[in-house]
């Protein structure tokens, strides 16, 4: 999705092994959210950032960290994986009310 | 537990077809959201709405947001193979709150 980049697009880890999902975007956008999606779930919102400098959590934040580095990157580290962090990550990006547009997606296997 | 509910979880319907899907919650959103999401890619917005009993078409999908603005639904008139897909619904208070989602296959 052009706008917002994740990388990796892949990862496999061992269990205990420490990870950053990187997140960016070029739309001027002030918040930004890491979700994890699993199936028959959704997406679940593990953290955000309304801005700058500010990070919240979400529905789901046990077991991760964030770091909103500047306006254009949002970061979020598992510190020792777990094989129920097995997921589908994304990141999005809001400005105000308007729709939120999603990056493509780092697929994380923690074996 | 799912802050909102969509119904049917799998559809499946052969091309030409007419489908609804449904999105039901117990809070009111100040606007809800429609979005697609394909294989290996992120979620896609189609559609928000935001005016309870408010009607919005998009060719031959068309999205229609309760009075109480609790709940939703998405009609597909002559369903293509092209519209397979996760279909998620999601009300915004200020941070977006998902359904679960629901699984359209169109067979040609």
């Known amino acids: 999705n052009a706008g917002v980049t994740q990388t990796p697009k892949f990862q496999v880890l061992k269990t205990g092994q420490s990870m950053t999902l990187q997140c960016a975007q070029d739309m001027n956008h002030n918040s930004m959210y890491w979700y994890r999606q699993d199936p028959g779930m959704g997406l679940r919102l593990i953290y955000y950032s309304a801005s700058e400098g500010t990070t919240d959590k979400g529905e789901v934040p046990n077991g991760y960290n964030v770091s909103r580095l500047n306006k254009r990157e949002f970061s979020l580290r598992l510190e020792s994986a777990a094989p129920s962090q097995t997921s589908v990550y994304f990141c999005?990006?809001?400005?105000?009310?308007?729709?939120?547009?999603f990056g493509d997606g780092t697929r994380l296997s923690i074996l | 537990t799912q802050l909102l509910e969509q119904s049917p979880q799998f559809l499946s319907i052969q091309e030409g077809e007419n489908l609804t899907v449904y999105c039901n919650s117990s809070s009111v959103f100040s606007s809800l959201q429609w979005y697609r999401q394909e294989p290996g890619e992120g979620p896609v917005l189609l559609v928000t709405v935001v005016t309870g009993g408010e009607v919005k078409k998009l060719k031959r999908l068309t999205f229609q947001f309760g009075d109480a603005r609790k709940d939703s639904s998405l009609h597909i008139t002559a369903a293509q193979p092209g519209d397979t897909g996760l279909y998620l619904c999601?009300?915004?208070?200020?941070?977006?709150?998902f359904g679960a989602g629901t699984t359209v296959t169109v067979r040609a």
């Open positions: 999601a009300g915004n208070d200020y941070k977006l709150s």
């Open positions: 999005a990006v809001m400005r105000g009310r308007q729709p939120q547009h």
